[in-house]
């Protein structure tokens, strides 16, 4: 099933995404990779507050290219998403995040906090960077300049593709996927 | 004896960089699109067009294929009758992929301290350097740009002698399979056998600078190849992981002699977007 998702995504269209759904997602989000979550969680451990509002929000793991002249960004594919996992679970806690896009399994305990928290976990096509870049109209940089490509960007997204992954009854794609195809031949 | 100037090297892997970064190497190409024709699961196959899209817009606007551009992984054989004028070639290479990087709008992504500072250098170097010294006078360079997910999921295990074909086979099927999709599949398999730890990890990472579709030379290990391939086809991981049968384009197995104590194995993996470039002077 194809959707179109408008960031903010209200809770009832979240609860309507099923693992395996092909999603095209427009609007604001925000990227983050290893270095920024690292800040964040401090941030959320000393009662901080957060440099950007993550609630009803959703989150990118991308560290994109450096862009062109005249372009909005470079090549800004998804990273491994398995890097975030043990700070994903106080994130989602914390912030009300309502949707992350990456690459790659998750482990148990950011399944159930997806679960617990009404938050879909999307996959994007790994090494499509350029692809995908074109359907980023606007970055800017919001914070964590010093980290360069780590830092955290606003992006406006038209139309990007991605696949639901894991939804919020915790099917997962990683497991499902797999467990349908496995030990079936390509045909000659 | 050939000389060949320090400036000429800086320029070619500056060109090598951003070459590498765009260009998708006809063989991976022809890898995707074989693999679309055989693929059946939907994700799957959706995943594959966007990787051959990708491919097309990367070399026709010049994006890099992957916001990863890489450690920058170069193959250097120089001929004994060719010496480098005005410094030294490790210099030379670094000083192309500094201005690669930066010039070519490639991302940075080496880290000065890998453990404490964790610091970004800002020009992706240092790069890894691998020499070879031969007869003539020629200067070959290739460069690997290869990204972070699949490096990550690179094993080593030293084998028992008695393990034998079935303890090599085992372990690279379970070293694709743990790895899912975090590599980016449909993945090239690089195997290296025998040698020591170090050796079997080096084989393994030349292994994928062999072109898609190429074959060992000694038929023992083309079947080995083929059977590798067959299984990996089989975990059913696919495409991204999401599921479906091409899991691998190609597994490549280069050897090595060892001691009669070991037989160590080592897997290197390379994403869909296997990205190198080679230049002559």
């Known amino acids: 099933m194809m959707h179109s998702l408008r960031i903010p995504v209200d809770a009832s269209q979240i609860v309507s995404l099923a693992s395996g759904d092909q999603v095209l997602i427009t609007g604001r989000l925000y990227t983050a990779r290893d270095a920024a979550h690292q800040r964040l969680i401090d941030l959320i451990d000393s009662n901080k507050p957060l440099p950007v509002d993550l609630a009803g929000q959703f989150l990118y793991y991308t560290g ?125 | 004896m050939k000389t060949v100037a320090f400036n000429r090297i800086v320029d070619a892997v500056r060109d090598l960089c951003v070459r590498a970064a765009c260009d998708l190497p006809a063989d991976v190409l022809d890898g995707l699109n074989n693999a679309f024709a055989a693929e059946r699961s939907p994700q799957g196959r959706a995943a594959l067009s966007h990787c051959i899209d990708n491919a097309a817009i990367a070399a026709t606007e010049r994006m890099p294929i992957c916001q990863d551009t890489g450690t920058a992984v170069f193959f250097v054989t120089v001929g004994s009758e060719c010496r480098i004028s005005g410094g030294l070639l490790g210099d030379a290479i670094n000083e192309g992929c500094r201005q690669g990087y930066r010039r070519g709008f490639l991302r940075p992504s080496i880290v000065g301290d890998p453990l404490f500072d964790r610091k970004n250098t800002d020009d992706n170097t240092p790069a890894v350097i691998h020499y070879d010294l031969v007869h003539g006078d020629s200067l070959t360079i290739t460069l690997l740009s290869k990204g972070g997910g699949s490096e990550n999921m690179s094993a080593l295990r030293m084998l028992k002698p008695a393990d034998g074909k079935e303890g090599v086979v085992a372990f690279v099927v379970e070293t694709v399979a743990k790895a899912g999709g975090n590599p980016c599949p449909p993945v090239i398999v690089g195997v290296g056998i025998g040698g020591t730890a170090d050796t079997a990890s080096l084989l393994a990472k030349r292994a994928l600078l062999r072109n898609v579709g190429s074959h060992h030379h000694d038929a023992r290990f083309r079947e080995l190849e083929e059977e590798i391939l067959r299984h990996v086809n089989t975990t059913g991981n696919g495409p991204q992981g999401l599921g479906g049968l091409v899991t691998a384009l190609a597994v490549h197995i280069e050897t090595f002699p060892c001691h009669i104590a070991s037989l160590p194995v080592a897997v290197n993996l390379n994403c869909h977007a296997a990205r190198q470039a080679t230049v002559e002077l």
């Not at chain 1, 996992?85 to 159930?112: F, H, M, Q, W």
């Not at chain 1, 960077?129 to 606007?138: D, F, N, P, Y």
């Open chain 1, 64 to 188: 994109p290219t450096p862009p062109r002249p005249g372009m909005a960004i470079g090549s800004a594919g998804p990273t491994t998403s398995s890097r975030m996992d043990r700070y994903t679970p106080k994130l989602i806690a914390e912030s009300g995040l309502r949707g992350i896009i990456g690459k790659g399994n998750r482990e148990t305990a950011v399944i159930e906090a997806l679960k617990r928290h009404g938050c879909v976990y999307f996959a994007a096509t790994g090494g499509a960077g350029a692809l995908l870049g074109k359907h980023i109209t606007e970055a800017r940089v919001v914070c964590y300049e010093d980290l360069g490509p780590e830092a955290i960007y606003e992006l406006n997204v038209v139309d990007f593709p991605a696949v639901v992954a894991i939804d919020v009854r915790g099917r997962n794609i990683y497991v499902d996927g797999p467990g349908e195809w496995g030990g079936r031949k390509q045909e000659k």
